[in-house]
T-cell receptor
Framework: AQSVSQHNHHVILSEAASLELGCNYSYGGTVNLFWYVQYPGQHLQLLLKYFSGDPLVKGIKGFEAEFIKSKFSFNLRKPSVQWSDTAEYFCAVNTNFGNEKLTFGTGTRLTIIP | DTGVSQNPRHKITKRGQNVTFRCDPISEHNRLYWYRQTLGQGPEFLTYFQNEAQLEKSRLLSDRFSAERPKGSFSTLEIQRTEQGDSAMYLC?????????????FGSGTQLSVL
């Protein structure tokens, strides 16, 4: 069964700092990869997704993620964070053989200090 | 607002009681998902419907849990004989074309507390 690891549980950064959140998955086959974000008091929403093609994917609000197949990783990046990026970030994987199950990581809480 | 509506927002119940949650997906979405999230964890998949058919069920969904989507629109999740370990946020999501084509739209969840 697939699993997702997010090793950073809580990250604290100052505004304008660069961000990289780690995500590793364990599954040997083809995968679809996602980053979801949950802002305080709001529902989960999709930041970006990777299905195939260019391993560098761009999402909303200036976020991007790079799929490195050899490392089973899909790290999330943003060159300059803002206070409004304070949220919880979840990496998720779906194995690409027609099932509809998303397996989420435990999440990373990001706090941006103004 | 994503358009996925869940009721109630909060439910407090005593151990052993039955509870039922409702999810109203975005109206044209044919796929509906239930997830459960406990403190400090990511959402865990429970079950999935395509129209009224329940196509996938997690092993987490014990025989005390039952989900229905009778007319392919709203869905209910019932937990019988609740236990303290059932305390969690129950999330509903919907999509139009499934994970390979479309993103999931999540509701705000129902927070269950079992005393």
């Amino acid at each position: 069964a697939q699993s997702v690891s997010q090793h950073n549980h809580h990250v604290i950064l100052s505004e304008a700092a660069s961000l990289e959140l780690g995500c590793n998955y364990s599954y040997g086959g083809t995968v679809n990869l996602f980053w979801y974000v949950q802002y305080p008091g709001q529902h989960l929403q999709l930041l970006l997704k990777y299905f195939s093609g260019d391993p560098l994917v761009k999402g909303i609000k200036g976020f991007e993620a790079e799929f490195i197949k050899s490392k089973f990783s899909f790290n999330l990046r943003k060159p300059s964070v803002q206070w409004s990026d304070t949220a919880e970030y979840f990496c998720a994987v779906n194995t690409n053989f027609g099932n509809e199950k998303l397996t989420f990581g435990t999440g990373t809480r990001l706090t941006i200090i103004p | 607002d994503t358009g996925v509506s869940q009721n109630p927002r909060h439910k407090i119940t005593k151990r052993g009681q039955n509870v039922t949650f409702r999810c109203d997906p975005i109206s044209e979405h044919n796929r509906l998902y239930w997830y459960r999230q406990t403190l400090g964890q990511g959402p865990e998949f429970l079950t999935y419907f395509q129209n009224e058919a329940q196509l996938e069920k997690s092993r987490l969904l014990s025989d005390r849990f039952s989900a229905e989507r009778p007319k392919g629109s709203f869905s209910t999740l019932e937990i019988q004989r609740t236990e303290q370990g059932d305390s969690a946020m129950y999330l509903c999501a919907s999509s139009l074309g499934g994970l390979n084509n479309e993103k999931l739209f999540f509701g705000s969840g129902t927070q269950l507390s079992v005393l």
